[in-house]
């Protein structure tokens, strides 16, 4: 995947086979703070004109860890 981060914003691109087929790859990390994070994956598959989400995650830190 390529990747970088702008303003607290990480996105990433790559390529997938799903259903035997080629599909663009999108995962963005967004509200990243020192205990929560949100991550999301979109798939296109018309070459990045849309994008469906099909994934998500909320991370949260346990207090007292690190």
């Known amino acids: 995947m390529k990747s970088r981060f702008i303003d607290g ?30 991550w999301r994956q979109h798939f296109s ?3 990045g004109t849309t994008w469906e989400e099909n994934r998500q995650m909320r991370l949260t830190r346990e207090a007292g860890r690190r």
């Open 45 to 47: 598959f018309d070459g």
């Open 9 to 38: 914003v990480g996105t990433f691109y790559g390529r997938e086979t799903f259903g035997g087929q080629t599909v663009a790859v999108r995962a963005l990390w967004t509200g990243i703070t020192d205990t929560t994070a949100m």
